[in-house]
């Protein structure tokens, strides 16, 4: 990747400040600038493409958790760099088994971050600027020229960007593709047809965000803290009651948590307290001032984050908590190998899981894993 001397100093211009869900913004050498205040999706902040390797690269795996575990080996015969180095992401499908993909540097990317975090812009995806582009037809070139650069987009994934004084050269040298131009006027050496006049703005051209950056250690935050608020309410309630916490699918149940407020209500009004309002507050006042003591809240939050990248792959059957052996978890996946991978993740942060076994059928796996109180855990 080649590195450039520019400061992503955290200028904010285009006469407004961000805000958590607030129109598309581009980052360069000037700052974030507001380019687009019409987008109704969350925030989209647009970097440079010439930092951005993007590809397409051969992923025939089912599981997008695993596809994503697998995409830095898949690509080291792809980049001149150390791989660790280097922040690889997962983006859309381009055809049965093919992915678009994005490798960035580290250290850019968590300059990024912190630039786009400290303008309010948390929840932000980070696009590569080409990708704004329609994806072209075999054989055709999406094109964006400006001042001084020309954006690609092509039939495959790829996508570029280039000095405008090299992109004639580049062009033939790809033996001269069909150009259809979303931008400025090109020279007349380079024939090119009109975009679509139905859709305008940088992110309305492609009508989607292919590829979004911000994933592994640099997903936002406020994307994570819903799923583990709506967990620990759960177990809260559970602790208050002193009985097992018992559902069909714990990870359906994060999701939809807003839906069966009314089961929690149940809950809380059985240990005597009120139902109106803040049900979250409410479940927080009312435990037990030495509930730390019993080892089940440091657990659990611990395990909901280590487990969290395998979250769609799994399903906990049941979870239940007793101070003198821990939480017992009954985790169903598909198969034997995804309940390795849950008990290697516990394992390596630490958790020390107790497995009572595994066993296989009817398509599915199950296995029960017993984690020790937070206290006992190194």
């Known amino acids: 990747m080649p590195e450039r001397d520019i400061d992503y100093a955290?200028?904010?211009?285009?006469?407004?400040?961000?805000?958590?869900?607030y129109g598309v913004w581009s980052l360069g050498a000037d700052g974030l600038v507001l380019r687009d205040a019409s987008w109704t999706g969350l925030p989209v902040v647009l970097v440079p493409t010439e930092e951005v390797r993007l590809l397409g690269v051969d992923l025939p795996i089912a599981n997008r958790a695993r596809r994503a575990a697998a995409l830095p080996f898949v690509l080291e015969d792809e980049v001149s760099e150390p791989i660790e180095v280097l922040h690889a992401a997962l983006g859309e499908a381009l055809s049965p088994g093919r992915y678009m993909a994005g490798i960035v540097r580290h250290d850019l990317m968590a300059q990024w971050c912190e630039v786009i975090e400290a303008a309010g812009l948390e929840t932000a995806a980070v696009l590569p600027d080409a990708l704004t582009l329609p994806r072209a037809d075999f054989g055709s070139w999406s094109v964006a020229a400006?001042?001084?650069?020309v954006m690609v987009h092509g039939h495959d994934g790829t996508a570029f960007a280039v000095p405008s004084s090299v992109f004639s050269a580049v062009w033939q040298a790809a033996d001269r593709p069909r150009l259809i131009s979303y931008g400025d006027e090109l020279p007349p050496e380079l024939t090119s047809e009109p975009g679509s006049a139905a859709v305008s703005g940088p992110v309305s051209w492609a009508g989607?965000?292919?590829?979004?950056?911000?994933?592994?250690?640099?997903?936002?935050?406020?994307?994570?803290?819903?799923?583990?608020?709506?967990?620990l309410l759960v177990a809260g309630i559970g602790l208050l009651g002193h009985v097992a916490i018992h559902t069909v699918d714990t990870?359906?149940?994060i999701i939809t948590a807003d839906s069966r407020r009314a089961e929690v209500a149940d809950l809380v009004a059985k240990a005597g307290g009120p139902?109106?309002?803040?049900?979250?507050?409410?479940?927080?006042?009312?435990?037990?001032?030495?509930?730390?003591?019993?080892?089940l809240l440091p657990v659990l939050v611990r395990a909901a984050e280590v487990l969290q990248p395998v979250a769609q792959t799994i399903s906990f059957q049941s979870l239940a908590f007793e101070r003198a052996t821990g939480l017992t978890m009954?985790?169903?996946?598909?198969?034997?190998?995804?309940?390795?991978?849950?008990?290697?993740?516990?394992?390596?942060?630490?958790?020390?899981?107790?497995?009572?076994?595994?066993?296989?059928?009817?398509?599915r796996?199950?296995?029960?894993?017993?984690?020790?109180?937070?206290?006992?855990?190194p």
């Open 365 to 377: 796996a199950r296995q029960t894993i017993i984690l020790s109180p937070q206290e006992q855990v």
């Open 208 to 231: 989607s965000i292919a590829l979004d950056l911000r994933q592994g250690r640099y997903a936002p935050k406020s994307k994570r803290a819903p799923w583990l608020k709506r967990l």
């Open 146 to 149: 400006s001042a001084n650069r």
């Open 10 to 21: 955290p200028e904010v211009t285009g006469g407004q400040r961000p805000g958590p869900a």
């Open 330 to 363: 009954e985790v169903e996946a598909s198969d034997l190998a995804a309940l390795q991978d849950v008990e290697a993740a516990l394992r390596g942060a630490g958790l020390a899981p107790v497995s009572r076994g595994a066993v296989a059928e009817g398509g």
């Open 251 to 253: 990870v359906a149940l």
């Open 275 to 295: 139902v109106s309002g803040d049900l979250a507050a409410t479940a927080e006042a009312m435990l037990p001032r030495a509930s730390q003591a019993t080892g």
